[in-house]
């Protein structure tokens, strides 16, 4: 059974930092590509980072040089620093992991954690 579990959120002022995880259960991480998505009150579920099987990393322009996502495939971990956060990253993050074999898609995701960004 796959799980994914979030964890790291909370609230913080603007200009601050939050490193957030994700531990993976009942997979082999590095087979995955990893992501970070986020949603705001309202709003559809946006991508924020990924880090491809290759280790490839790509951002959304919204995080770059800000935000830096990791993965310890050894322990099947998967993190999100963020940075000077804003009150516009307000949202609950979601971990997900995608896998590719035989011409069927895998993707399982989190259940989210909240960041609240505010003075």
């Known amino acids: 059974q796959v799980q994914l579990v979030e964890s790291g959120g909370g609230l913080v002022q603007p200009g601050g930092s939050l490193r957030l995880s994700c531990a993976a259960s009942?997979?082999?991480?590095?087979?995955?590509?990893v992501s970070w998505y986020r949603q705001a009150p309202g709003k559809a579920r946006d991508w924020v980072a990924s880090i491809f099987t290759g280790g490839i990393i790509e951002y959304a322009d919204s995080v770059k040089g800000r935000f830096t996502i990791s993965r310890d495939n050894a322990k099947n971990m998967v993190y999100l620093q963020m940075n000077s956060l804003k009150s516009e990253d307000t949202a609950v993050y979601y971990c997900?992991?995608?896998?590719?074999?035989?011409?069927?898609?895998?993707?399982?995701w989190g259940q989210g954690t909240q960041v609240t960004v505010s003075s």
């Open positions: 009942g997979v082999t991480l590095g087979y995955y590509i």
């Open positions: 997900q992991i995608v896998r590719n074999e035989y011409g069927r898609e895998y993707t399982y």
